[in-house]
């Protein structure tokens, strides 16, 4: 059974670029949650997506994006990346848009030079 | 004031005490309170899930709410090398018209033998 799989595992961007995070939720979920957390810091909540829909929105600018497909799977779209959205970008999977029993995944670590 | 909060240690126990982790929050409607583990380099794994006041037990180890005080612990009874990591208190609150899933910054623990 597979767990929640991230690609990809490292990515460097210069500042302004964009940048595409790609998530598969564990088999059986279909809520999946994206996270950023930078060093040294607990994982700050982007948003949710639950029936191809953003359900629920942390405190991000609109230049955080995201995307689920009709397979679950979901994309996080970051655009004009800035120096400060260097972090390691979390992916978590969960059953009916809940926030009950996440499943990470292990993550994308992003730099913007 | 941080909706989350936890002293960030690190907490150093010896082998087979009992490392007790805390934290605070700040939202007094929450309902929803998980800890979750995290090993270097790692992604966070949820340990334990409380709702209700009191104590619950799962093995070694022992969540603790008391929402009067909008205070959650963790205790880990026998600690072990292996379980040095940093924990991570979440906490689940309604803010800005949103669901969200807060994290703290977390504790790292160091078991020594």
């Known amino acids: 059974d597979a767990g929640v799989t991230q690609s990809p595992t490292h990515l460097i961007k210069t500042r302004g670029q964009q940048v595409t995070l790609r998530c598969s939720p564990k088999?059986?979920?279909?809520?999946v949650s994206w996270y950023q957390q930078a060093l040294g810091q607990g994982p700050q909540f982007i948003f949710q997506?639950?029936?191809?829909?953003?359900?629920q929105r942390g405190n991000f600018p609109d230049r955080f994006s995201g995307h689920q497909f009709p397979n679950y799977s979901s994309e996080l779209n970051v655009n004009a990346l800035l120096l400060g959205d260097s972090a390691l970008y979390l992916c978590a999977s969960s059953e009916g848009r809940t926030f009950e029993k996440l499943f990470f995944g292990s993550g994308t670590q992003l730099s913007v030079l | 004031q941080k909706e989350v909060e936890q002293n960030s240690g690190p907490l150093s126990v010896p082998e087979g005490a009992i490392a007790s982790l805390n934290c605070t929050y700040s939202d007094r409607g929450s309902q929803s309170f998980f800890w979750y583990r995290q090993y270097s380099g790692k992604s966070p794994e949820l340990i334990m899930s409380i709702y209700s006041n009191g104590d619950k037990e799962d093995g070694r180890f022992t969540a603790q709410l008391n929402k009067a005080s909008q205070y959650v612990s963790l205790l880990i009874r026998d600690s072990q090398p292996s379980d040095s990591a940093t924990y991570l208190c979440?906490?689940?609150?309604?803010?800005?018209?949103?669901?969200?899933?807060?994290f703290g910054a977390g504790t790292r623990l160091a078991v020594h033998p």
């Open positions: 088999s059986g979920h279909d809520t």
């Open positions: 979440a906490v689940q609150m309604f803010s800005g018209g949103y669901n969200k899933l807060i």
């Open positions: 997506y639950y029936e191809e829909e953003e359900r």
